[in-house]
């Protein structure tokens, strides 16, 4: 998947400034796709001149004039055909996995506070991703707005997100005291 495709997905929900879309990726993007700033604007150029995304400027009284862009037909076209692409089978690859993997003959103490931060990250993450899905559902209940919401795909992916933020935070913390006891149990001998 390119950013591209991750742009295009952020903006159907209407028309986006440049920093409106950096806090939709922040808040719902993210949980599948990571971009900075910087590339979301570059990439709007980009989708601009190919005629995949068209942009306005927005006139504003009190504060600076913004651009505001919204998804063409040519972008739809663009999803639907990505759509059909075969999707590659998602992979892990994170640095913390490694300096666990070397836990048996290195200091721990440092893997164990970055895996407590990491648990702590996810709290956040999780509490963050909670209140987006009620906000997304409104006063429908769960079950009821997979059935009929509008736009259950971004429901979807906040639902996995959820879950990987759940299950890294669970991992995290077991995996931390497991090298915990591992470290007292040494020190102990």
Known sequence: MALRHAVLAALLDGEYSG????????IGVANFWHAVPQQLYAELTKLEKEGLVAGRQVIQETRPNKR?????EAGHA???RFATDVSKPSS?????LVKVQAADRVDTGP????????ASAADGKIELLGQVLRRLRGDAAEEEFLRTGDRVGPYLTCL???SFEQEHRDWCLRTAGILR?????HAGR
């Open 111 to 118: 893997v164990i506070e970055q895996l407590e931060e990491r």
């Open 19 to 26: 920093y409106q879309l950096a806090k939709a990726f922040d």
């Open 68 to 72: 505001v862009f919204r998804v063409t």
């Open 181 to 185: 006891e591992r470290q007292a149990h």
């Open 160 to 162: 996995r997100g959820l």
């Open 92 to 96: 892990i690859r994170d640095d913390l």
């Open 78 to 80: 663009e999803l639907e």
